[in-house]
């Protein structure tokens, strides 16, 4: 079975975690390989309802490994709660295990992160202020501290000293703010590494051992294409790469052992935080929808920015990606409009365009050219088959599809893992 890659076509928040949570019945595996808590995957099942932040999707089959790869930063602490929790609903973590290249999100990084974005004040990016940014530089500056550090006392605490002399510097001359005490997360952190212990290992080996068994693997992508630092709208972006490549360095596999590529889209588009979204609706459309899906930051709580589907951004996000199929989230909530509408182009400058732009000032200016579809009155929540939909719902999957020159596979109806229904045959089935 192969190596899929799943990641988000949008700006984020498309229901990657929902998905995941359904496909990976069929699953031995699954790998987080990018960001860090600053993603909130929500998924709904028999355990209940859970807000993952960086533990995989895949954690509620007991049978499935859960790795989280050397390409994610992580918060022991979050990661300890987010245990915590799952064990208290029942839901068993043994089969976790943590990289010991990961990254460690240390307090200097929550606290330059939130210090920062005070003093941007209203050119503030629209962090989470979780520290991922933070983390993320001191990784590619080669002064950060990883997961494996936490097994051995006398390496970290060099390590630390080290890094948190440039770090207090940084905090009382720039931010006049006090410095924190090395003692004090030395401690902290050895504690974590304590109750990690169990979870730390070198994941390489495992994952490779899983590919030569013929085992089918899930790369769980974090946050959306449309927030890469190098193709997404910079400097509106976040932290880490969450295309498909990056499942190959956020894991330690060959780019060419990805056999799928699955994206992740909603019926409509939505935004968390600063930055431009072309077909953003600032009216009662807007409001309709966000309140009928609660689209509201599984992270950090804020409301999302709604608007019609962008397929210029789609297909944009198809290319970079190389996506053989897509699945398509949030449909019911369009149950009972009247008609629907898709972003077909731009205008920019009175210059239209179907391609995506490069300039962040250049997406500020793109006014969306639509294309409107008649909508459903049906509710379809409880639809089990494609065929069952109302056509003018299989009308506008199909012109999705055809726009963003990638077939939807799948479909979702609803929260619950069972809403996800097949639109063409595939390789999963449900349990």
Excluded at 161 to 172: C, D, G, H, I, P
Excluded at 207 to 218: F, P
């Amino acid at each position: 079975m192969p190596v899929l890659a799943l990641v988000g076509g949008q700006w984020g928040d498309e229901g990657k975690g929902k998905v995941i949570d359904s496909l990976a019945a069929n699953a031995n595996m699954v790998v987080r390989y990018a960001g860090g808590d600053n993603a909130g995957h929500t998924t709904v099942n028999p355990y209940g309802t859970f807000r993952l932040h960086l533990i995989p999707s895949g954690i509620f089959y007991p049978d499935v490994r859960c790795v989280i790869g050397n390409g994610v930063v992580v918060n022991p602490a979050v990661l300890l709660r987010e245990i915590a929790e799952l064990r208290q609903h029942g839901v068993e973590t043994h089969n976790l295990v943590v990289s010991d290249r990961a990254h460690l999100i240390m307090p200097y990084h929550t606290l330059l992160d939130k210090l920062e974005e005070q003093r941007r004040g209203p050119g503030a990016i629209g962090t989470t202020q979780r520290g991922i940014g933070p983390a993320f530089v001191d990784k590619v500056a080669r002064t950060g501290l990883r997961v494996g550090d936490l097994l051995d006392g006398a390496v970290f605490r060099r390590r630390l000293e080290s890094t948190m002399e440039q770090k207090n510097a940084l905090l009382t001359s720039l931010y006049a703010h006090s410095p924190l005490s090395v003692d004090d997360v030395y401690s902290q952190y050895m504690d974590y590494g304590a109750q990690l212990h169990a979870h730390i290992a070198d994941t390489l080996p495992l994952i490779h051992d899983a590919m030569q068994r013929g085992d089918t693997i899930m790369m769980e992508g974090a946050q959306g294409a449309l927030l890469d630092t190098d193709f997404g709208t910079y400097p509106y972006v976040t932290s880490s790469s969450p295309l498909a490549a990056s499942a190959a360095l956020g894991s330690g596999i060959g780019p060419t052992c990805i056999d799928r590529v699955i994206g992740v889209f909603k019926a409509y588009a939505t935004r968390v935080g600063s930055g431009p979204m072309p077909t953003e609706l600032k009216d009662d459309t807007g409001e309709f929808i966000r309140e009928k899906a609660g689209e509201y930051g599984a992270t950090t709580g804020r409301p999302r920015r709604c608007g019609w589907f962008d397929s210029v951004a789609g297909k944009f996000s198809v290319r970079i990606n190389g996506m053989t199929e897509a699945v398509l989230t949030h449909l019911d909530i369009f149950d009972g409009f009247e008609s629907v509408k898709i972003c077909t182009g731009y205008r920019i400058d009175g210059v239209l365009t179907t391609e995506f732009p490069t300039m962040v000032e250049m997406v500020e200016r793109c006014q969306p050219v639509y294309e409107e579809l008649p909508g459903w009155s049906e509710c379809t929540e409880h639809i089990s088959h494609f065929s069952q939909l109302p056509t003018n719902a299989r009308g506008y999957v199909d012109a999705l599809s055809s726009l963003l020159g990638c077939r939807v596979s799948f479909v979702s109806l609803g929260p619950r893992r069972e809403q996800i229904i097949a639109v063409a045959p595939s390789p999963f089935t449900h349990s």
